[in-house]
């Protein structure tokens, strides 16, 4: 009997010696915060989606997909951004059709930036061609 009763009393004080040296969770788990919020990610193509919505949007389409358009009193078939063929255009080439114009498309030059019409070669790749 005094065997069990030492047994029992070296479990209980096991016990307690354990749980008082355990380290106690913390009260609050949400992770510390700064006096200043991380800042959130800008859109470096916001000015040139605002430029495309303005500029060609109308004749492109939201989506770039282009289409039957009609300007002027006249049917003109838009290409599509999305296309093969303005797909495989250099940078430069591209810059010089906004820049420019070319057959029904009008020039951008007196409308937009040398570096507006930079973003806009940008945006064009990224949002409609996946580059």
């Known amino acids: ?29 949400t992770a510390p915060t700064s006096a200043a919020s991380p800042a959130k990610p800008t859109d470096e193509l916001a000015a040139a989606r605002a430029n495309y919505q303005k500029h060609c949007e109308s004749c492109h ?45 009008p020039a951008f030059k007196d409308k937009m930036s040398a570096e507006e019409i930079n973003q806009m070669v940008r945006f064009i790749r990224k949002e409609f061609q996946g580059k």
């Open 1 to 29: 009997m005094k065997l069990i009763a030492l047994a029992l009393t070296c479990i209980a004080l096991s016990l307690v010696v354990i749980s008082c040296t355990e380290t106690a969770p913390p009260a609050n788990n």
């Open 61 to 105: 389409a939201e989506k770039g997909e282009g289409g039957l358009v009609k300007v002027d009193n006249k049917q003109i078939k838009v290409p599509s951004l999305k296309s093969d063929h303005v797909m495989k255009q250099p940078d430069d080439k591209l810059l010089k059709t906004i820049t420019g114009g070319e057959e029904e498309m």
